[in-house]
């Protein structure tokens, strides 16, 4: 995929993106029952850089990617293009390789899940600071989350560092300059009920409370579990095939 915006949303595609994230924000809304709404990062892979932009141009602030390569090319498509580009979640698996590239972009990493990859992300946001090679819209600091696991075999099936490891990444990116520990992330285990994972999840996110008072965030939920989620105090969903279709 190419940097270049190719083409705009047409009016059609504009008129159902619209319409679909007003479902789900309805959606959320409805979940929240009163309470406080999470935020939508409207996950946008596999989909064009023209969707991304019209959905932006909705009022979407936060969208979600989870392939470098990716993600990249579309964000530099949007900075060009928008005076306030959104904020970017990386929010898939991240090789450590990858690091240099994602700072160039990513507000906040979601997937933080080992001791190597937060070294990584230190070490890359710091050299990139110093040469200017982040741009302002991204902010100073990034925000990182540490991925749990929640599948039952400590395997981690869906990615994620077991519960028991958590503080201790946690302390790793509290204890790097540049990096600013949220808070957690999960995916539910595939083929299970959401709620009781999404409950383990929260329980972890409180512990991690206790020493790191402004870890806040809970990432969870997505187009199928978006309500079980947000009954279980999740901050952020990341959405995608419910507002922008099924992924070729
Ligand atoms: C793709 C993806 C999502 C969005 O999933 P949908 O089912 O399309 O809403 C959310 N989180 C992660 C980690 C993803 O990879």
Do not use: C
């Not at 915006?5 to 993106?17: F, P």
């Not at 959320?28 to 989909?47: E, H, S, Y």
């Not at 933080?112 to 819209?137: F, H, I, N, T, Y």
């Amino acid at each position: 995929m190419s940097g270049v915006l190719e083409r705009e949303a047409s009016a059609e595609r504009r008129a159902e993106l619209a319409e679909r994230l007003e479902r789900v924000r309805g959606r959320m809304r409805d979940a929240a029952g009163g309470g406080p709404v999470p935020r939508l990062v409207v996950v946008t892979k596999n989909f064009p850089p023209s969707d991304a932009l019209a959905l932006a141009e909705l009022g979407a602030a936060d969208l979600g990617e989870n392939r470098d390569q990716e993600a990249a090319p579309k964000a530099e498509a949007l900075a060009g293009r928008l005076e306030s580009p959104p904020a970017w979640h990386f929010i898939g698996q991240l090789q450590s390789n990858k690091a240099k590239s994602v700072v160039r972009y990513a507000s906040a990493v979601h997937s933080a899940d080992r001791l190597s990859l937060v070294k990584a992300l230190g070490g890359a946001m710091s050299r990139a600071l110093q040469e200017g090679l982040r741009p302002d819209w991204a902010g100073a600091s990034l925000d990182v989350l540490v991925q749990v696991s929640l599948d039952d075999d400590a395997a981690g099936a869906r990615g994620g560092a077991a519960p028991a490891d958590v503080p201790r990444v946690a302390e790793a990116i509290a204890s790097t300059p540049a990096l600013e520990l949220r808070g957690v992330m999960g995916v539910a285990p595939l083929g299970a009920d959401p709620a009781p994972a999404f409950e383990r999840l929260a329980a972890v996110r409180d512990a991690l409370r206790a020493d790191h008072p402004g870890a806040e965030w809970m990432s969870a939920g997505m187009s199928q579990d978006l309500e079980a989620a947000v009954g279980a105090g999740a901050t952020h969903v990341r959405i995608g095939s419910d507002i922008l279709g099924a992924r070729r």
